[in-house]
């Protein structure tokens, strides 16, 4: 119940990326644990970009690089709507949690790659 951490906010206009990986119904999303359910702020490189964070706990939870050509996205935990999913226990019933935005982030990153810079109009 106290587990929480917050994302950041950004520009449309100066930080597409990052404001179409954080796009969600809230700024504040419940937190979960997994195999890596955080990043200490004090490892990451100065070019990976933090998106979430517990400042409470002092933690990154959800970060975003570019490596070479391409990009990395990290999102601490394993099942947003199940605080301690362990492996083996039943899958979750993702119906049961349309707005959850743990899972709206994760959607984020599936969606990303598929965005397409407009042709713009001279």
């Not at 929480?4 to 999303?29: C, G, I, R």
């Not at 362990?86 to 990303?112: A, C």
């Amino acid at each position: 119940d106290v587990d929480y951490f917050t994302l950041m906010e950004y520009s449309a206009k100066w930080d597409p990326v990052p404001t179409m990986l954080t796009q969600n119904h809230t700024m504040l999303v419940k937190g979960f644990m997994g195999q890596t359910t955080a990043y200490d702020p004090a490892t990451i490189k100065p070019t990976v970009l933090v998106m979430g964070e517990s400042r409470i706990n002092g933690e990154a939870k959800y970060i975003h690089g570019i490596k070479g050509n391409g990009f990395f996205t990290f999102y601490g935990g394993h099942d947003p709507e199940d605080y301690q999913h362990m492996v083996g226990d039943p899958k979750t019933e993702l119906e049961l949690h349309p707005t959850s935005p743990g899972y709206r982030l994760i959607l984020n990153n599936v969606l990303f790659p598929a965005a397409k810079k407009q042709k713009q109009k001279t």
